[in-house]
């Protein structure tokens, strides 16, 4: 069966500091990856999926196939970076797997 | 430009009075699915469907039902409410989710 783990559910990090929130998965298939952002009382928004390979608003992921990780990363965190981020799994079928979720503040 | 429409945003309810939260969408996708998000939970999938007349359950489907009589309709019904589903429901039209409706059953 498919699982999401977020092990943080509370992340907190200085304005200019990297930050990492951890997205470690099972799934026995091939899966896809993807990280949401969440904003103070409005809609998922799709921040990331591993096949493209792009960064977002300076986010980047790597999938580990190895580690079974999809670690969401940004450099250098911003105020407007708090919110609460969800890693998701999709089985092919085109269902989403979430994780628990992390709240990530940045401190000015 | 996308959309996806839930009504309504926000209904306060009480226990045994059915209700349906609609979901509407312009992107003639063939999967729409319905979640619930509650605190510490994350979200988790209520229904899904892959296209008009093809449902299935998700992994906390008890006490809900849905229907998809045309491909842009997707509406979730709570036919007798009770307190443990007040919740934030979140329609997707695959990766895409709706504003949300904020459930509240008394």
């Known amino acids: 069966a498919q699982r999401v783990t977020q092990p943080e559910k509370l992340l907190s990090v200085f304005k200019g500091a990297p930050v990492e929130l951890k997205c470690n998965y099972s799934?026995?298939?091939?899966?896809?990856l993807f990280w949401y952002v969440q904003y103070s009382r409005q809609r998922l928004q799709l921040l990331l999926r591993?096949?493209s390979r792009e960064s977002i608003k300076g986010f980047t992921a790597d999938l580990n196939k190895g580690e079974t990780s999809f670690h969401l990363k940004k450099p250098f965190a911003q105020e407007e970076d708090s919110a609460m981020y969800y890693c998701?799994?999709?089985?092919?079928?085109?269902?989403?797997?979430f994780g628990t979720g992390t709240r990530l503040t940045v401190i000015p | 430009e996308a959309q996806v429409t839930q009504n309504p945003r926000y209904l306060i309810t009480v226990t045994g009075k059915k209700l349906t939260v609609t979901c509407s969408q312009n992107?003639?996708?063939?999967?729409m699915s319905w979640y619930r998000q509650d605190p510490g939970l994350g979200l988790r999938q209520i229904y899904y469907?892959?296209?008009?007349?093809?449902?299935d359950k998700g992994d906390v489907p008890e006490g809900y039902k849905v229907s998809r009589k045309e491909k842009r309709n997707f509406p979730l019904i709570l036919e007798s409410p009770s307190p443990n589903q007040t919740s934030l429901y979140f329609c997707a039209i695959w990766l895409f989710f709706g504003e949300g409706s904020r459930l509240t059953v008394l």
């Open positions: 992107m003639n996708h063939e999967y």
């Open positions: 799934y026995s298939g091939s899966p896809e």
């Open positions: 591993h096949i």
């Open positions: 469907s892959m296209n008009v007349e093809v449902t």
């Open positions: 998701a799994l999709s089985d092919g079928a085109n269902n989403l797997f």
